[in-house]
C-alpha cells in the first residue's frame, strides 16, 4: 500500500466537493419541486389520482428498487464509472421531458430519473467519506455536501410554486440538466479513476437482485392496485410481493456471495440506524405530501402562495446547520438520533392533529419535521456505517439509501392510496368546493394518522436495537484510506483508493 498525504483542507478538494454536492442536489431537489407541481399536471395532463400517485412514486420504486443492485455494480466495476454513466442517463431523461403529452410519457421519464439516481447513490457518499482522512474533515466534508442536497430540499417547493406562475411545469424537471452536467464536471475532473486492485471481483448476485427488486417494486404497487382494481389483480400481487420476499431473504441467506448480508443488518447499530431512518423518511414524505394537497387541492392556495407557505421549513433547514455538530457531541450519536426521528414523528402529528384548524398548525408540524430531518439524516446514516465492516459500506450505504427511498415511497403511497379510496373523483379540480375540501382533508387525516403510528413504531424499533446493542462493542472497522482528488494539492502522491469503505447517509 502506497503513502498517501491527505488533504488538510476542504478548499483543496472543492471541484470533487462540488461535483458530489450537485449530486445530492439533484436527489433531494428533485421530487421536492414535482411535489408542488402535482396539481398542475394533474390538470394540464388529465391526471386520475392513481397517475399522479404514481408520477411522485415511479422515481421512488425504480431508485429504491435498484438501489442494492447498483450498489454492488459500483463495488466490482467503479464507483467513479458508474456515476458518471448514471449522470449521462439523468442528463438525458430530465432533456426529454419537454417531449412529454400524456401522463403515461411522464411516468416512463420518472422511472429513468430514478434508474439514473440509483446508479449515481451508491459512490457519492462513499467518495465525499473518504476524501479525508481526519474524522473532523471528513464531518465538515459531508456537512458541505448534504447542505447542498437539503437546500434542495428546503427550497424546492417554494421555487417550484414560483417558476409554475411564469412557466409550465415541465421546466422544474428540465433544470436537472444542468445540475447533472455541473455534477459530471466536478466528479470526472475532482475524483481520480478506481484501480482494478480497489474493486473487488466477487461475482454479481444477479437472482437476488431480481428477488430484492421485485420485492420493494410489489411492496409499493399492491396497495394501489387494491384501492384501482378489485379481484385477481390484488391478489396476485400480493402472492407476487409475498414470493419475493421470501425468496430473496432465502436466497440472501444460502447464495456464497450474497448481494445483502443479512446477519449485519441485524447489528445493533445498523438496525437501529436503519429503523430511524425508515422513520423520519416515511413521516416526511407524508407531510410533504399532504401539505402540498391541504394547501391547493383543500384550501385552494394557488402554486406561489403554497411556496411560501413552506417557508418555515426552508428557514429551519438552512438555518441550522451550524447547531447539528455541537447537538450530537453535546447528547451523544444515539440520543441524537432518536430524538431527531421523533422530532419528525411529532412534527407529522401535530399536522395530523390540528392541520385542518389552519395554518399555524402546518407551520409548526413543517419546523420540527425540519428540525429532526436536519439531525437524522447524518447521524442514522452514521449510526449504521459505524456498525458494519470497512469491505461493506458501498452495498451497506445502498442499503441505507433504499431504506430512506422505500420508506418516503411508502409514505405516498400510503397517501395516494387513501386520498383515491376516500375522494370522490380526482383530488385535482379546477374549482374547490365545501364538499370536495372536506373530503381531502378527511382523507389526508387518515393517512396521516396511519403513517404516524407505524413511523412511531420504526423509532420504538430503534430505541430498542440501539439499548441491546449498547453493552455489544461493534468490530472496530479498519482504518479507511482517503482517495486520491485531483483537485487536491496532495492528489499527486501515491494512494489507495479503497472503494468499498464506510460513508454515511445523505440527510
Not at 421530487?31 to 395532463?45: E, F, M, Q, W
Amino acid at each position: 500500500m502506497s503513502a498517501h498525504t491527505p488533504p488538510a483542507r476542504l478548499r483543496d478538494t472543492w471541484i470533487a466537493l462540488s461535483g458530489l454536492s450537485a449530486v445530492f442536489l439533484f436527489e433531494m431537489l428533485d421530487n421536492s419541486v414535482l411535489t408542488v407541481a402535482l396539481p398542475t399536471i394533474g390538470r394540464d395532463l388529465a391526471a386520475s389520482t392513481a397517475s399522479l400517485q404514481w408520477v411522485s412514486s415511479a422515481y421512488s420504486v425504480a431508485f429504491g428498487g435498484l438501489m442494492l443492485l447498483f450498489g454492488a455494480v459500483a463495488d466490482r466495476f467503479g464507483r467513479r464509472r458508474t456515476m458518471l454513466v448514471g449522470l449521462v442517463l439523468l442528463a438525458a431523461a430530465s432533456a426529454a421531458t419537454v417531449l412529454v403529452t400524456s401522463v403515461e410519457q411522464l411516468i416512463v421519464v420518472r422511472v429513468l430519473t430514478g434508474l439514473a439516481a440509483a446508479m449515481t447513490t451508491p459512490g457519492s457518499m462513499a467518495l465525499t467519506f473518504r476524501l479525508f482522512s481526519a474524522d473532523h474533515l471528513r464531518v465538515r466534508a459531508l456537512t458541505v455536501v448534504s447542505t447542498a442536497g437539503l437546500v434542495g430540499l428546503a427550497v424546492g417547493p417554494t421555487v417550484g410554486g414560483f417558476v409554475l406562475t411564469v412557466a409550465p411545469w415541465q421546466v422544474l424537471l428540465v433544470a436537472n440538466v444542468p445540475i447533472a452536467l455541473v455534477a459530471l464536471v466536478g466528479i470526472r475532473s475532482g475524483i481520480v479513476a478506481d484501480r482494478p486492485a480497489d474493486l473487488h471481483r466477487h461475482p454479481l448476485d444477479l437472482v437476488g437482485a431480481v428477488l430484492g427488486t421485485a420485492a420493494v417494486v410489489g411492496v409499493l404497487v399492491t396497495p394501489t392496485l387494491a384501492v384501482s382494481t378489485t379481484g385477481w389483480p390484488t391478489w396476485a400481487a400480493a402472492t407476487a410481493t409475498v414470493a419475493a420476499v421470501a425468496g430473496f431473504v432465502v436466497r440472501e441467506r444460502t447464495a456464497p456471495h450474497p448481494l445483502l448480508d443479512l446477519t449485519l443488518v441485524a447489528r445493533p447499530l445498523v438496525a437501529s440506524g436503519l429503523a430511524y431512518k425508515a422513520a423520519a423518511g416515511l413521516a416526511t414524505a407524508g407531510l410533504s405530501y399532504a401539505v402540498t394537497l391541504q394547501l391547493q387541492a383543500a384550501w385552494g392556495w394557488p402554486p406561489a402562495l403554497a411556496a411560501l407557505g413552506t417557508l418555515p421549513q426552508v428557514v429551519v433547514l438552512l438555518a441550522s446547520g451550524r447547531f447539528v455538530g455541537p447537538v450530537v457531541r453535546r447528547v451523544g450519536l444515539d440520543r441524537a438520533a432518536w430524538t431527531s426521528a421523533t422530532a419528525v414523528v411529532v412534527g407529522l402529528a401535530v399536522f395530523t392533529l390540528s392541520g385542518r384548524t389552519g395554518y399555524p398548525a402546518v407551520a409548526v408540524a413543517l419546523v420540527l419535521v425540519a428540525a429532526g430531518m436536519r439531525v437524522v439524516g447524518a447521524v442514522a446514516g452514521a449510526s449504521v456505517l459505524s456498525g458494519l465492516p470497512t469491505d461493506r459500506t458501498s452495498i451497506g450505504a445502498a442499503l441505507v439509501d433504499t431504506a430512506s427511498e422505500l420508506a418516503t415511497a411508502v409514505g405516498i403511497a400510503a397517501t395516494g392510496t387513501v386520498l383515491a379510496a376516500l375522494v370522490p373523483g380526482s383530488v385535482t379540480v379546477a374549482r374547490t368546493t365545501a364538499a370536495h375540501a372536506a373530503a381531502v382533508v378527511g382523507a389526508l387525516q387518515v393517512a396521516g394518522a396511519v403513517i404516524t403510528v407505524v413511523a412511531a413504531l420504526f423509532v420504538a424499533v430503534g430505541v430498542l436495537r440501539a439499548r441491546r446493542g449498547a453493552g455489544t462493542p461493534e468490530p472496530t472497522p479498519t482504518p479507511t484510506p482517503p482517495v486520491p482528488s485531483t483537485s487536491s494539492s496532495s492528489s499527486s502522491s501515491s494512494s489507495t483508493s479503497a472503494d468499498h469503505h464506510q460513508e454515511p447517509s445523505r440527510a
